[in-house]
């Protein structure tokens, strides 16, 4: 079986989507679950993991950094999701567009990853298809193949 990459950079510069309209209907319904994340704030803990600590060993540094960057970060964040959203029906996305695409897909990964407490010991990502977070599992793979083909098509 011919595995076809759902990403893929074009001669011509352009990327390529090839997407099945499932999962545009997935991908469709990120921005705004990320959206009411950054909400919250760093209170949620997967929110904070989009912001993680710069000092670790003087707090009042720490929260002098987060004073000053974490606006600036989720500022950001909401443009690249602006961004996507924008481009969610596209068939071709520019480099600008893919960026956007990488940083918001990425950024939705790392907070499900978080939710989901993903670690990198692959005997821990084993879960049953009747465990209730099996679809969040599978999305998270999902959106890291994603991420993967993307950049991959970037590096093209």
């Given at each position: 079986m011919k595995f076809t990459r759902r990403i893929k950079r074009t001669r011509s510069g352009v990327f390529e989507l090839r997407l099945s309209p499932e999962?545009?209907?997935v991908l469709r319904g990120l921005p705004a679950q990320m959206r009411d994340a950054l909400e919250l704030g760093n209170d949620d803990p997967a929110v904070a993991r989009l912001n993680p600590s710069a000092c670790?060993?003087?707090a009042e540094v720490d929260a002098e950094f987060h004073q000053m960057m974490d606006d600036d970060l989720?500022?950001?964040r909401l443009q690249a999701l602006d961004a996507?959203?924008?481009?969610v029906d596209a068939t071709s996305l520019d480099e600008e567009a893919a960026l956007a695409w990488m940083r918001a897909i990425n950024d939705v990964r790392l907070l499900l990853g978080t939710r989901l407490d993903v670690s990198e010991d692959p005997g821990k990502r084993h879960v049953d298809a009747d465990d209730p977070r099996a679809p969040g599992f599978a999305l998270y793979d999902y959106l890291s193949l994603l991420t993967q083909e993307l950049v991959e098509a970037l590096e093209s």
């Amino acid at each position: 079986m011919k595995f076809t990459r759902r990403i893929k950079r074009t001669r011509s510069g352009v990327f390529e989507l090839r997407l099945s309209p499932e999962e545009r209907d997935v991908l469709r319904g990120l921005p705004a679950q990320m959206r009411d994340a950054l909400e919250l704030g760093n209170d949620d803990p997967a929110v904070a993991r989009l912001n993680p600590s710069a000092c670790l060993d003087d707090a009042e540094v720490d929260a002098e950094f987060h004073q000053m960057m974490d606006d600036d970060l989720n500022a950001g964040r909401l443009q690249a999701l602006d961004a996507f959203e924008a481009t969610v029906d596209a068939t071709s996305l520019d480099e600008e567009a893919a960026l956007a695409w990488m940083r918001a897909i990425n950024d939705v990964r790392l907070l499900l990853g978080t939710r989901l407490d993903v670690s990198e010991d692959p005997g821990k990502r084993h879960v049953d298809a009747d465990d209730p977070r099996a679809p969040g599992f599978a999305l998270y793979d999902y959106l890291s193949l994603l991420t993967q083909e993307l950049v991959e098509a970037l590096e093209s």
